[in-house]
Antibody, heavy 124, light 107 residues
């Protein structure tokens, strides 16, 4: 059974960089046809897709965050990571990592496996 | 960005009721529409993908339909464990966007 687990600091100071890692177990991050993404959810609010990466390193990001986001992959460790720079209180959220299929008419690029989420608070 | 609008935003229903949640896209997204269920403190769970395909392990009382701009999620007979928040999500274009959510509460 595929499992994803987020890890990283739960508290980040304003203007600093948020860094999270997602460790994948029970399967290979190098599987073809799958992408690995980050989604966040501010307390009491809805879901926002941040960006995704393929095992080759190909990335695509939400344009609203693109200038501050870097997603990378380490296939040797079966991990992928998120860096979000210049954070403010508006970046306080539960951050989820998730797997999604390549977008086809059959799969519709659905997020089928999710981590449990990790709350990151931006505060001095 | 493609805007996804769900209605209603909240809904009260009873065990055994048939419930329908609607999701409308701001432009056509063909069938690139997925539905998720989220319970408090938990990650979202995939229910329906590609508008109408039931994810493995999801009870058959859940169904999805629609294409283009209008989609529905139907729960044929509500069970106690179905009270949660439901989100639609489009994968037609970047950025991937979600609806604002529909909170399903016990009447």
């Amino acid at each position: 059974q595929l499992q994803l687990q987020e890890s990283g600091p739960g508290l980040v100071k304003p203007s600093e960089t948020l860094s999270l890692t997602c460790t994948v177990s029970g399967g290979s991050i190098s599987s073809s046809s799958y992408y690995w993404g980050w989604i966040r959810q501010p307390p009491g609010k809805g879901l926002e897709w941040i960006g995704s990466i393929y095992y080759s390193g190909s990335t695509y990001y939400n344009p609203s965050l693109k200038s501050r986001v870097t997603i990378s992959v380490d296939t040797s460790k079966n991990q992928f990571s998120l860096k979000l720079s210049s954070v403010t209180a508006a970046d306080t959220a539960v951050y989820y990592c998730a797997r999604h299929n390549e977008v086809t008419v059959v799969t519709a690029g659905a997020f089928d496996y999710w981590g449990q989420g990790t709350l990151v608070t931006v505060s001095s | 960005d493609i805007q996804m609008t769900q209605s209603p935003s909240s809904l009260s229903a009873s065990v055994g009721d048939r419930v329908t949640i609607t999701c409308r896209a701001s432009q056509s997204i063909s069938s690139y529409l997925n539905w998720y269920q989220q319970k408090p403190g938990k990650a979202p769970k995939l229910l329906i993908y590609a508008a109408s395909s039931l994810q493995s392990g999801v009870p058959s009382r859940f169904s999805g339909s629609g294409s283009g701009t209008d989609f529905t999620l139907t729960i044929s007979s509500l069970q106690p464990e179905d009270f949660a928040t439901y989100y639609c999500q489009q994968s037609y274009s970047t950025p991937r966007t979600f609806g604002q959510g529909t909170r399903l509460e016990i009447k």
